[in-house]
C-alpha cells in the first residue's frame, strides 16, 4: 500500500527513499520559480534541496509561480502534497528516489497574485524554464519579436500584462518605486545565451513604455547566462507506476529522470546568491565555450539519432543506439564533422563529453523516445545543426555527414517512414515542412529554400549538392543503406 506524499507522511515513507533532513519551518523564500516542470524539478530544485540538506543557505527556498493552464494544473497537484516532489533517478545499476523540499510555496496563477510574490523583498532571484519557444525570438532575424500578438497586447495594457516578461517588468517597477533592489532574472531554459536572449525580451518589451523601465532595466538588471543539462522525460503512467510500486510513494507528479545533471552559470548576481558551487554548480566568467559543446555534441547528437531512428521504426532512444547503424552514423558525424567545430574548454575533455552522452542515451531505463526528440524541427535544427553546418563551410570543410543529418530530417517530415507507416510531424510549422519535404523529393532546393530555416546556407553550393546527394539516396536505397553507405 502506497503512502500518500505530505510533510505529515514523510517519517512514515520507505527506508528506501531519501526524506529532507530540513524541516519546512527552516527555510524561507529567496527565489520565485516561473515554470514549475519536470526539468526544474529535476535540475534547480534538486541542486538547492541539496544545498538545504548541508545545512547552509536555507533562505534561498523556491516558491513557485506561472501564468498558463498547465500551471495551474500543477499548482493544484502540488498543493495537495505540502509542495514536495519525489525525483527518481533512473541509473541501470539501481534506481534511488528522492523527497525534495526546495518548494514551499506557489503563487495563484493569477497575474496580480504572481507580481506581488516577485515583489516582496527577501526574493532576490527570479528564475525561469518558459520553454525554448517562449521568448518571443524573431525566427527571421535572431532578436525580439515586437510584433507577437501577445507582445502587443502587453505594450498595449501594460498595467495589465499576460506575458511572463511583462509581469516581470511591473514587478521590477514596483520594486523600483519601493526603492527595493531588482532581483536577478535567471533563466534555466535549453537556449544559447538564455540570459541575453531573456533580456532581450525584457527590454524588447519595455522599449515601448514611457516610464522609464526600459533603460532602468537595462542599467540594474543582472540576466546571467548558464547552461543546463538532465534528461528528464514526461510523467505519465509508467513513471507514477514506477514511484508507487517500487518506493511506495503516492506522488500525484513525479519526477523520473537520469541519474545526471550538469549547470554551468555565469557569476553575475547583484543581490545574492546560494552558495551552488558546493554541490556542483559550475560558476564561470563565460558559460558560452560550455554551451557550445552541449548544443553541437549532445543536443546535435540528439539530432543525429532522431531522425534516421524514426525512419527505421524504432522507438526508444536506447534502442536506437544499440543499433549499429544509427550509433555508427552519430559516432563518425560527432568526430569527423561536429566535435572538429567546438573550442576546446580547460580541463574538459571533448572526448569525453561524447563517451558521457553516449552512456546516457543508451540508458535504457529512461525510457526516452524518438518522437520526442524529433519534436520541434524548425526551432532546434537552427540551434542545433545548421550552425555547425555554417562553421564547416566558412573553414572551406566538408559537410556531408551534417547534410546527411539534414536530408534525414527532411525525409522525415515527408511524413512516413521506410515502410511506409504514417508518421506525425510534431511541428508548429508541421504543414509547411510536410508540404516542402515532398516537393523536395523531385527538387531537393524546395527544401532549403525555407529561408526563415535555412537563411543564406540554402544557397551555399557545397551544402546543397551534400543536400541533394543525401536526400535522393535515402528516397531510392533507404535509409539504412544510406547509413551504411556513409559508415562506409
Known amino acids: 500500500m502506497a503512502t500518500k506524499l505530505s510533510l505529515a507522511a514523510l517519517p512514515a515513507l520507505p527506508e528506501n527513499v531519501a526524506k529532507p533532513s530540513y524541516g519546512r519551518e527552516d527555510l524561507s523564500p529567496g527565489i520565485v520559480h516561473i515554470g514549475v516542470g519536470n526539468f526544474h524539478r529535476a535540475h534547480q530544485a534538486i541542486y538547492l534541496h541539496r ?34 516532489t519525489t525525483v527518481v533517478e533512473l541509473d541501470p545499476n539501481g534506481f534511488s528516489a528522492t523527497v525534495s523540499g526546495s518548494m514551499i510555496g506557489f503563487a495563484d ?121 538532465c ?118 575533455s571533448l572526448t569525453g563529453y561524447y563517451e558521457k552522452i553516449v552512456e546516457r542515451f543508451s540508458n535504457a531505463a529512461v525510457g526516452d523516445t524518438i518522437p520526442r526528440l524529433c519534436l520541434d524541427g524548425s526551432n532546434r535544427q537552427p540551434k542545433f545543426i545548421l550552425p555547425t553546418v555554417a562553421a564547416r563551410l566558412a573553414a572551406g570543410q566538408t559537410v556531408d555527414g551534417l547534410a546527411l543529418e539534414v536530408a534525414l530530417w527532411c525525409r522525415y517530415c515527408a511524413g512516413t517512414d521506410d515502410k511506409g507507416n504514417a508518421i506525425t510531424i510534431e511541428d508548429i510549422a508541421a504543414e509547411r515542412l510536410t508540404r516542402q519535404a515532398l516537393a523536395a523529393r523531385e527538387d531537393p532546393s524546395a527544401w532549403l529554400s525555407m529561408h526563415d530555416i535555412f537563411g543564406d546556407l540554402g544557397q551555399d553550393p557545397a551544402f546543397a549538392d551534400a543536400f541533394a546527394a543525401a536526400l535522393n539516396s535515402l528516397w531510392t536505397k533507404g535509409t539504412a543503406a544510406t547509413l551504411q553507405d556513409y559508415i562506409g
Open 51 to 84: 544545498l538545504f540538506e548541508t545545512g547552509e543557505d536555507r533562505d534561498w527556498a523556491i516558491v513557485g509561480g506561472g501564468v498558463k493552464p498547465y500551471d495551474a494544473a500543477m499548482r493544484a497537484k502540488l498543493e495537495g502534497q505540502d509542495w514536495l
Open 109 to 229: 496563477v493569477d497575474p496580480d497574485a504572481l507580481i506581488e510574490t516577485m515583489t516582496r523583498p527577501e526574493i532576490r532571484i527570479v528564475s525561469l524554464t518558459v520553454t525554448e519557444g517562449g521568448y518571443f525570438v524573431d525566427a527571421k532575424t535572431g532578436g525580439f519579436d515586437a510584433s507577437h500578438p501577445d507582445i502587443v497586447a502587453d505594450q498595449a495594457d501594460p498595467d495589465h500584462p499576460k506575458t511572463v516578461f511583462g509581469l516581470l517588468i511591473a514587478a521590477l517597477m514596483r520594486r523600483r518605486e519601493a526603492g527595493t533592489p531588482p532581483f536577478t532574472v535567471m533563466s534555466c531554459d535549453n537556449l544559447p545565451e538564455n540570459g541575453h536572449v531573456a533580456r532581450n525580451a525584457v527590454l524588447g518589451l519595455a522599449a515601448g513604455r514611457a516610464d522609464g523601465s526600459h533603460d532602468w532595466i537595462a542599467e540594474n538588471v543582472a540576466f546571467p547566462c548558464g547552461m543546463v543539462d
Open 231 to 348: 534528461i528528464t522525460p514526461a510523467t505519465g503512467p509508467r513513471e507514477i507506476a514506477i514511484v508507487r510500486d517500487q518506493f511506495g510513494v503516492e506522488d500525484a507528479a513525479p519526477v523520473i529522470c537520469e541519474p545526471f545533471r550538469q549547470w554551468v552559470l555565469e557569476d553575475n548576481f547583484p543581490q545574492g546568491r546560494p552558495a551552488l558551487e558546493t554541490v556542483g554548480v559550475e560558476f564561470v566568467e563565460d558559460v558560452a565555450p560550455y554551451e557550445l559543446m552541449k548544443l553541437r555534441i549532445l543536443n546535435g547528437g540528439h539530432a543525429t539519432i532522431a531522425y534516421p531512428a524514426g525512419l527505421m521504426g524504432i522507438h526508444y532512444v536506447h534502442e536506437a543506439m544499440a543499433d549499429p547503424l544509427v550509433s555508427g552514423f552519430l559516432a563518425k558525424l560527432e568526430f569527423s564533422e561536429i566535435i572538429p567545430t567546438v573550442p576546446e574548454i580547460a580541463g574538459v
